[in-house]
């Protein structure tokens, strides 16, 4: 069963940087489908902010393009998301999660397995 582990979340001013890492358990990163950074903000819905497929594609939400960095370590089955110029509003919980596939191959519609969460808190 996949489990993945959030850690690097803190507290820093705004302008500062975190580096959140996601240690993806029986994961594989050549044949499973996709690894995703979503966050939740207090009394807000869960946003998808970064997304990174087997063969490496990225994507990212307009606001934090060109400030945040999606990556993998496969060697290490881990994800990472590199946080440059935090800015306030991205104070939420951020969680990884993954996209499995099939037996068959294909892959399921939508994560399936998530984190337990690690909370960002940027200050002005």
């Known amino acids: 069963q996949v489990q993945l582990v959030e850690s690097g979340g803190g507290s820093v001013q705004a302008g500062g940087s975190l580096k959140l890492s996601c240690v993806a358990s029986?994961?594989?990163?050549?044949?499973?489908?996709?690894m995703y950074w979503y966050r939740q903000a207090p009394g807000k819905e869960r946003e998808l902010v970064s997304s990174?497929?087997?063969?490496?594609?990225?994507s990212y939400v307009d606001s934090v393009k060109g400030r945040f960095t999606i990556s993998q370590d496969n060697a290490k089955n881990t994800m990472y998301l590199e946080m440059n110029s935090l800015k306030t509003e991205d104070t939420a919980v951020y969680y990884c999660a993954a996209r499995l596939a099939y037996a068959s191959g294909s892959c399921r519609p939508s994560p399936t397995v998530w984190g337990q969460g690690t909370q960002v808190t940027v200050s002005s």
């Open positions: 990174i497929t087997k063969s490496g594609t990225t």
């Open positions: 029986r994961y594989s990163f050549s044949s499973d489908c996709g």
